[in-house]
């Protein structure tokens, strides 16, 4: 009773305060009420970054390095180009249901990691899954905003596109708080995810061109060198105050040959040369170099970029080069074929990989799998790969599907199969069913007869793990070795039993199922999904793990923005009707953005 009277007491103080507040807004002069904003929960939980006043913005400086003569961009009608996607035929009603239920659980992930991203992370580059924070990676600019707006497209998630849009007005590209910018990052996930969204949406929202090429202008900047080389690794604030800046003796081959496609379609869309003009004058370096390396055929894992030196001994397909491979039939398909010398680049390359890189594995089960080592030339001349396959390396297969499609080349199409089944298998050898980061495998002796040799694996985990030692049984230490480090049979070493979200598995699964047809390689796929989304799913969103080996890994806290814009794109692709993204009527990026092509198909 006494509880009743003081409520009582307060309520009417209470009621004629609301009263005397609405009455001093409701009187506000014209044009001072607050405006309406249908936004505004992403104020009340969501708000800006912070801004300094006395921070250093990028404006533009003439150039201390001219280009006296851009190089046009190909203009003519396109030539025919192979149609890359398989023609589907209808499919049973069964087959739909269960491939629209794989998809709808697809989606389900995506909007759960994306709610957690617009709970906690919002206007920031990635959400830490399991602490609710956020991280700055990316210059600060919205990372993975940026990178999912088109899979929001994709997906018909209509109310968050439109929230997403609305956000990146906000977006500041003229200045960030991180010393240096990496220009291939930066050209991959922004630039690359602006064009994907404007490209999907038929240009119907100008925002998205209008920030495509206002991020595109200042990294511009960093081209701005002595031989027209970027500086990767852009010191922005230099390029800011009208500084010189130069390139670096040791540039990261990916991030030197994988600008073509976003720079490329800028200069489509804008008729702007010199987007294109920066990145082909790179492209002719490559060109030029690439049968003067220690490997002919192949480029090196670093480049001398300011000298023009392609010394390094170090090759691969992995990370550090893997973009620049998968760019070179690309980027053919973005010109509409105009050009042979991407065509001429990729048949060099591959068959460069082919003779020094391509390994078979020795497996229990006698499967005919391919994976792509590594080599390093101050060995012996002519030496095997090292037996090296890394989840990074996952992306070759699809890429050698494309390029056995669109240059005509269909022998090579076994090939890109033997490399995505790898993939697959790495990912079903594993307790959790997810393949690590990094592992190392026991190669067959012979491409053409490999025979599961028990005796050999034994040797090879001993070769590889127990490194001058010397024991009496060599058989028990070997076995001790292999259940001491959770090794399958066929892995000699897991080196990094990582998963840390990657995408460049189901991109190969993908790819080669809209080029084949085959329905297993749905089946696959949603093996795959579930198991990835078994051991990463937290309360906020989705996790990397540290040990695919361990049924109860511990999750990491941090998911990088190509969960969104790639993995579970793939994902959801791969159970979508085949006229979604056709690859007849797009290109991907290396980060799943998908650029649309000229139109030509025979």
């Known amino acids: 009773m006494i509880l009743s009277r003081r409520r009582y007491r307060y309520a009417l103080p209470t009621i004629i305060l609301i009263l005397i507040t609405c009455f001093l807004f409701s009187s506000l002069p014209p044009g001072a009420e607050p405006p309406f904003d249908d936004h505004s929960y992403y104020a009340e939980y969501h708000p800006q970054p912070p801004q300094s006043d006395n921070r250093i913005h990028w404006t ?137 969204a404007y490209d999907l949406t038929d240009g119907k929202h100008p925002i998205l061109l209008k920030k495509a090429v206002e991020l595109a202008d200042m990294i511009y900047d960093a081209f701005d060198t002595s031989n027209r080389m970027p500086q990767s690794r852009w010191q922005w604030s230099r390029s800011a105050q009208g500084l010189s800046i130069q390139p670096s003796e040791q540039t990261v081959l990916a991030e030197l040959g994988s600008l073509n496609l976003e720079f490329t379609r800028l200069s489509q869309l804008t008729h702007d040369p010199k987007y294109f003009d920066a990145v082909q004058r790179i492209t002719d370096i490559l060109d030029d170099a690439q049968n003067k390396t220690k490997i002919p055929g192949l480029w090196p894992v670093m480049v001398n970029a300011q000298d023009l030196e392609f010394t390094d001994p170090r090759f691969t397909v992995g990370g550090m080069a893997d973009s620049t491979y998968e760019y070179l039939p690309k980027e053919h398909l973005l010109l509409g074929a105009q050009t042979n010398q991407f065509r001429k680049m990729y048949a060099a390359a591959m068959e460069a990989i082919k003779k020094r890189l391509l390994f078979r594995p020795m497996t229990k089960d006698g499967e005919d799998l391919l994976f792509a080592g590594n080599v390093h030339t101050s060995l012996a001349t002519n030496s095997p790969p090292e037996p090296q396959w890394e989840h990074l390396k996952c992306f070759f297969g699809g890429t050698v599907g494309i390029g056995a499609k669109v240059f005509n080349r269909p022998e090579e199409l076994s090939i890109a199969r033997k490399l995505t089944d790898g993939c697959i298998w790495a990912y079903d050898i594993m307790p959790t069913g997810i393949m690590p980061e990094t592992m190392y495998l026991s190669p067959c002796r012979s491409m053409d007869n490999c025979e599961w040799d028990e005796q050999k694996w034994y040797q090879d985990v001993r070769r590889r793990l127990a490194k001058g030692l010397k024991a009496k049984d060599t058989v028990q230490e070997a076995k001790t070795l292999i259940k001491e480090r959770g090794l399958q049979p066929g892995l000699t070493e897991i080196s990094d039993p990582r998963y840390l979200l990657r995408p460049e598995a189901i991109e190969s699964v993908f790819i080669m199922y809209r080029i084949t047809g085959d329905k297993k390689l749905q089946d696959d796929a949603w093996r795959m999904f579930q198991s990835i989304e078994k051991m990463t799913r937290t309360k906020h969103a989705h996790a990397a793990i540290d040990d695919v080996r361990d049924l109860k890994a511990n999750q990491l806290d941090y998911m990088e923005s190509f969960w969104l814009a790639e993995t579970l794109k793939y994902f959801y692709l791969i159970f979508s009707e085949p006229d979604l993204v056709n690859l007849d009527d797009y290109v991907l990026n290396t980060e799943a953005h998908p650029l649309k092509r000229p139109s030509a198909r025979t």
């Open 60 to 196: 533009k400086h003439t150039d201390r390095h001219p280009v006296s003569s851009f190089i046009p961009l190909p203009t003519p009608a396109p030539s025919a180009i192979p149609r890359v996607q398989y023609d589907f035929a209808k499919e049973s009603w069964f087959g739909r249901r269960k491939r629209v239920n794989r998809q709808k659980a697809v989606k389900e992930a995506f909007k759960h990691a994306w709610k957690g991203y617009k709970q906690h992370a919002w206007l920031r580059d990635e959400l830490s899954p399991l602490s609710a924070r956020y991280r700055t990676t990316f210059a600060g600019w919205a990372a993975t905003l940026v990178d999912a707006l088109d899979t929001l497209v994709i997906m018909g998630m209509e109310e968050d596109f439109k929230d997403a849009l609305h956000a990146i007005e906000s977006i500041d590209f003229t200045t960030t708080d991180a010393t240096q910018i990496n220009v291939f990052e930066t050209t991959i996930r922004y630039v690359g995810g602006l064009l994907g």
